[in-house]
Each structure stands twice: as structure tokens, then as C-alpha cells.
């Protein structure tokens, strides 16, 4: 894909060597609003959608390809999304350094790299060694939303989830996702053309 006019990334876009650690979601956003958290937002779509639907929310996006972190920097900052930052960084590094214990509302997953060889599984994400990553970001009550087209991860991500300490809930549908939509996200439109399945799970802390 290719951009035939210049991506301007500030002020959405941040770059993740300037920032403090751990965190201070207060001082980022000037505000107190709760945050949630993308991991993986490809070009945007979900992070432009909810900005718009809640403003009362912060929103803070990982991204580690850098066309779409700049791709979608740039998206949000034409659609007047403020109440977003987003970086290009690895989730596991990102998430380890730089997020505070307890302080998110919401970690959002969706369509995570599956790594479908055998050999590159350890790649995952989502599997038992994050578990303790999960329950130290997420705020009491915070929510955690995973969704996959793929049914071998999704076998490894379900005994995960629910072996993990957290309460497993319903899914909650985006209000931005259309009719049979889990999300609405560029990839999940793609793959529904293309007449893939869906798998969704939900858990909560405490």
C-alpha cells in the first residue's frame, strides 16, 4: 500500500525513545480519563472509530510496522482524534517499560500475528508468560478483548485465558462494528470477504 501524500504523525504519533517510564497517562492526555489500549491496530480503523463514538476515553495504540503506525498517525490526526497517541514499538518490550500497574481500562487484541509454524509458536503473544503481563496493566475490573481468525491459535489462547486468573465475560461488540461484525477492523472485513470463521473471547480482573 502506498501513500501518495506526505503522513504527518504528531501530534497523535509519538516517538517511544522520548517517552518517561513508566507512563503518566495523566500528563500524556491531560486528563484523567480512562485509558484503553490497541495492541496490533494495523491501519487505524478501530482507534479512528471508538475516538470519534467516546471521547470520554483515552486511547493509546501499538503498532510495530512503521508504514501503518505512520499510515494511521496520520488518519487520526485528520479525523481530529486527540484523545489518541499511538507509538511503533514491540507489545511485550512496550508493554514491559512503559505501562503502569493497574492503569488500564481496556487491552484490545484483535487479530494478533498467529506465527502458524510450529517452530515460530514461541512467538506468540498471547500465551501462559503473559498472563502476569494482563494482570499487572489492567485496572481492577479492567477488561481484556481477543480476536482471532485463526483456529490453531485460538486453541492455544482460550486455555490460556481461562486458566489465567481472570473471569471469563461475554464479548463486548464495539459500538463501531457493523451488523455481524466482532470489531470492524480492516483485517476482519478482509477476512469475512474471504469467508474466514471468527473467535472472540472476553475476560475481566477481579
Known sequence: MQ????LIVEPV???VDKLVRPINWTELFGNSNPVELEIGFGKGTFL???AKLRPEINFFGLEYAR???RYASDRLRRN???NVRTVRAEAGYFLGEFVPDASLSVLHIYFPDPWPKKRHHKRRLIQEKFVPVIHRILAPAGRIQIVTDHAGYFEQIEPVIRNSGLKVVDYNRPGSAADGEYVGTNFERKYRHEGRPFYAIAATKG
Open 67 to 69: 508504514f501503518y503506525w
Open 13 to 15: 504519533g509519538l516517538d
Open 48 to 50: 479512528v472509530e471508538q
Open 80 to 82: 481530529g482524534c486527540l
Open 3 to 6: 501513500a501518495n501524500r506526505e
